[in-house]
């Protein structure tokens, strides 16, 4: 079995007084991708921005290959092999694809799979390799996403956060990410945060499923798709979405 390599243990995270997280503990395992679901408001942005360092945990902990992370600047954690695909892609508008690209360079962590640098990253998205010198701001919403992941990957992580990849872009650009994370999980283990129910379910090994802060589901994509009719009122989904190959 696959060692866990991300590791949340009873996470209360607090946006002032406002409790938001309760109690939330889950396993990634090396190699897999887990699909974290919810209803907006559910805690899963929230649940990323602790991982990351941008809201630590009032309680609880959270390790990254057995080492307790929770305490530690956002800048460490990066350094400790965790990469983060914002919401909203927030890619340097100003700057060239080459230079967002190496903005974010860094040596590979201990543990990581491949060494991602620029000509890695131009291999899964070619179109990145034909825009080098364009401006970031330039690009389309789908060619500024695959930027975002791109800058991700260069930072060399071991295991990589994505926030709503899948936000405003075309079914076509959408289905192209989801045969990006497929392929990618074998190099990266992969968090992803995804309102696209199809999107997820097509590419997640495990599944966790928030309602109001609270983890009401925890288990393999397989698992998820059996108890779905159950599931589905945590979702807000009218209709049960089929497992393909992306």
């Not at 975002?148 to 959408?174: F, H």
Request: glycine content about 10%.
């Amino acid at each position: 079995m696959a060692t866990s390599l991300l590791s949340l243990d009873r996470v209360n995270a607090y946006y002032g007084e406002s409790h938001v997280l309760h109690d939330v503990s889950l396993q990634l395992r090396e190699g897999r991708l887990l699909a974290l679901l919810g209803r907006n408001g559910a805690g899963k942005t929230t649940c990323i921005s602790s991982i990351i360092g941008f809201l630590p945990p009032r309680s609880g902990q959270i390790t990254l290959a057995g080492m307790p992370i929770a305490r530690l600047a956002p800048e460490d954690i990066c350094r400790a092999g965790v990469g983060l695909v914002p919401q909203g892609r927030r890619v340097f508008a100003s700057l060239s694809v080459k230079e967002n690209l190496d903005v974010a360079a860094r040596p590979a962590a201990a543990g990581s799979k491949r060494a991602w640098n620029r000509d890695a990253v131009c291999e899964i998205f070619p179109r990145l390799k034909e825009r080098q010198q364009q401006l970031a701001g330039s690009l389309s919403g789908g060619e500024q996403q695959m930027l975002a992941i791109g800058r991700a990957l260069m930072t060399n992580p071991r295991l990589l956060l994505l926030d709503e990849p899948s936000e405003g872009l075309a079914p076509q650009i959408v289905r192209e990410v989801g045969q990006v994370l497929a392929s990618l999980k074998e190099q990266v283990s992969i968090l992803l945060v995804e309102q696209n129910l199809g999107l997820a379910l097509t590419v997640a090994d495990d599944v966790v499923l928030l309602k109001t802060g609270r983890v009401v589901f925890a288990g393999t994509c397989e698992a998820f798709l059996g108890q779905q009719d159950e599931l589905n009122s945590h979702l807000g989904v009218l209709e049960e979405p089929t497992r393909e190959s992306p």
